[in-house]
């Protein structure tokens, strides 16, 4: 119900309100009227702006005394500023120009490109692998604070000058470019040196040496096939040790090698991206970060690790030798890969990467086939060929000297020097093209699409298994500069990649490790016996030996009295027997397998089945040990092909210490050659 007063008030304003607006506003007028009219006008002569003026003109005009002036600028607290002896002392200061330069270089912007710098995307390690190893070493001598020990009173030489590579090289130095250089061409002229075999007898014997070489060859390498190598770099005279030699000793050293590829291409290609500049779209590798699970009781794997640095530059940074690569020094990255040590006791086993070693390190030549170049003309550089003067001998001593053979070699060919003149020329032409900029630019550069990393891990225990993961760590490009985008670090001094994927399960084998690898058939008065392969690691001088032992359920493998053993040498004195204790301290607790019956009219009558045996270790724990698996365990097989070869190569001078897949390279060389040009390798 509505208001009876609010009806009344609405209807009032509707019919008087347009007359009170009206009766305002005039009210409002005749106000400011009134004031208007009753306000006094401005009362101005011009006869008084006339005089204004007048006396306005005369003070402009009137001089004022110089000491008046100065008597109003001291009361004013004013002092002269003898503006001349200031200009007169300005006049004296030196300026250097350094102190104007600007904070960053001046940079000029390419066509369609910004200045504005991110931050390069880094990648990860591919093809990871790892694999374990056993050996000993030459390594400088360190006391309790880590710092080698001087031989204050040598009595004899150092032990690196008792081997025929007694140089110690760079890390990342290719060696071989001048030796494989060499090779090649004593392969292509194969056909007229007279060593392509003639009889069926002699070439089934060739074919079956090849075939066991390429197999062994595949073995040693992880990977595919590819690129050069270099000549074996010239001693420093700057890196001879100044003052007493420091103390040489053998170490045993336990190790696992890993390995894997960098796409470099895309890498750098992601630095152009980033850095708006072609010029300097090189990473510059800081280092290796390698990090590992261990292998829990229970099967599962614990936290990833950092692998003690400090405990693996103890053998790295304190070699007197480094041994050979592979590789060309242009896919080995400086920092990213870990050298050689120079093995005196075993031997490498899968550090290198196939898919960058030389195509022609890889392929062994089929002896049975004559190949072309010079092979049509034969007997023309045979012994006794119409060059005798010119093959054989006339510039002794060039083809040591280059680097193709060792100290005492015969190989002093012109040849031979030939080969060693472009194995050098090989070397300036690195520097000549990609040395240049790197000495320009203080970092190592390439222009390979892939390149090698490799890490060393010596602190691995016996009988212990691992996963390892690797990443690469490079220098902040952009450490300090203003000119990046918002949210790039320009503050941390290095940049980590992503971890790489983990690598396959790696076992560290215990010191003394028995493989089954077959069964005795039981005698009428004997229990059935399982044969096993014993490898006795020494981690005193890094001797890995195997042995076989047979064993019957009840007993324990290799338990007994000391057996004399064949050990190999490195120093070319020939092999020695030794008295080595092979005992596994493992008991046999079954045998199972042999021949087993079938029934008559099957043929044959029997059927053979691996051994099976069961161990009890010394913790308590069982251990199976199956023939099927042990006779094609890798790590079992190395050590047996290298317990050979070491036998077999006892009364020679070890001049490296690669697996036999570069071993058999070489020793195919020496069998085309022949003794002709090269005249030995060693």
């Not at 960053?104 to 390419?110: L, R």
């Not at 229970?298 to 050979?324: F, I, K, T």
């Not at 060039?398 to 015969?410: I, K, L, Q, T, V």
């Not at 691992?466 to 952009?478: A, C, E, F, H, L």
Request: glycine content about 12%.
């Amino acid at each position: 119900m509505a208001n009876a007063a609010v009806d009344k008030l609405k209807n009032f304003g509707l019919r008087f309100g347009d007359k009170i607006a009206v009766a305002l506003a005039s009210v409002i007028f005749f106000l400011c009227l009134f004031k208007a009219v009753s306000r006094p006008t401005i009362d101005v002569q011009p006869e008084q702006i006339k005089k204004a003026a007048e006396q306005s003109d005369s003070n402009l005009r009137r001089k004022v005394p110089t000491e008046e002036i100065v008597n109003t600028l001291v009361e004013q607290g004013i002092k002269t500023s003898d503006f001349a002896k200031e200009a007169e002392e300005s006049a004296k200061m030196v300026l250097v120009a350094a102190d104007f330069k600007p904070r960053q270089e001046w940079v000029m912007p390419e066509p369609g490109a910004g200045l504005i710098r991110d931050q390069p995307t880094l990648i990860a390690v591919d093809d990871v692998y790892a694999y374990p190893g056993r050996g000993a070493a030459l390594v400088y001598a360190l006391d309790a604070e880590g710092k080698r020990i001087v031989e204050t009173e040598p009595k004899e030489p150092p032990k690196s000058q008792t081997f025929s590579r007694g140089k110690k090289r760079r890390r990342g130095s290719g060696s071989m470019m001048g030796s494989m250089m060499g090779m090649g061409m004593g392969m292509g002229m194969e056909g007229g040196m007279g060593g392509v075999p003639q009889t069926p007898e002699e070439k089934k014997k060739a074919q079956a040496e090849l075939e066991r070489r390429r197999k062994e060859l595949q073995a040693r390498l992880t990977g595919k096939d590819d690129p050069n190598a270099k000549d074996e770099e010239p001693e420093d005279p700057a890196n001879k040790p100044q003052g007493p030699p420091a103390k040489e000793i053998t170490k045993g050293l336990r190790w696992v090698a890993i390995t894997g590829t960098l796409d470099h291409e895309l890498l750098k290609e992601n630095y152009r991206k980033a850095l708006k500049n072609v010029s300097i779209a090189h990473p510059n590798y800081r280092r290796l970060d390698v990090q590992r699970q261990v292998k829990q009781a229970d099967g599962s794997w614990g936290d990833w690790a950092d692998v003690d640095a400090q405990r693996n530059l103890e053998v790295l940074d304190n070699l007197p030798m480094e041994d050979e690569e592979l590789a060309p020094k242009e896919v080995i990255p400086e920092n990213l890969v870990d050298p050689l040590p120079f093995l005196t006791s075993g031997l490498w086993e899968k550090v290198h990467i196939a898919s960058l070693v030389p195509k022609e390190l890889k392929e062994i030549p089929d002896p049975t086939q004559a190949p072309g170049g010079m092979g049509g003309y034969p007997g023309m550089m045979g012994r006794g060929s119409m060059m005798p003067g010119m093959m054989g001998g006339g510039y002794p001593g060039m083809m040591g000297e280059m680097g193709m053979d060792g100290p005492g070699s015969r190989g002093s060919s012109m040849m031979g020097g030939m080969m060693g003149m472009m194995g050098m020329m090989g070397e300036m032409g690195g520097m000549m093209g990609g040395g240049a900029t790197e000495t320009l630019a203080n970092f190592w550069r390439t222009e390979e699409k892939k390149v090698m990393v490799r890490a060393l891990d010596f602190t691995a225990q016996p009988d212990e298994s691992y996963r390892y993961r690797i990443r690469i760590v490079v220098y902040n490009p952009n450490l300090n500069r203003e000119d990046v985008s918002p949210g790039v670090d320009n503050k941390s001094e290095e940049l980590g990649g992503p971890w790489s994927e983990p690598t396959d399960e790696v076992h560290m084998p215990p010191d003394v490790t028995a493989y089954a690898m077959g069964v005795l058939p039981a005698g009428a008065k004997s229990d059935v016996k399982a044969t096993f392969q014993v490898v006795k690691f020494n981690p005193e001088d890094g001797q890995t030996l195997p042995r076989n032992i047979d064993a019957a359920a009840g007993e324990f493998v290799g338990m007994g009295p000391p057996l004399s053993t064949a050990v190999p040498t490195s120093d070319g004195t020939g092999q020695k027997n030794q008295r080595v204790d092979f005992n596994s301290r493992m008991m046999v607790v079954d045998v199972q397998g042999g021949f087993k019956p079938l029934p008559a009219d099957f043929p044959g009558n029997v059927i053979p089945r691996p051994a099976a045996t069961l161990l009890l270790r010394p913790d308590g724990a069982v251990e199976l040990r199956d023939e099927a698996d042990d006779r094609l365990d890798e790590v079992r097989k190395d050590v047996e092909s290298n317990y050979k070869r070491e036998l077999k190569e006892s009364d020679k001078v070890r001049s490296n210490s690669m697996g036999s897949g570069y071993e058999m390279m070489m020793g195919g060389m020496e069998g085309m050659m022949g003794g002709g040009m090269m005249g030995g390798r060693r």
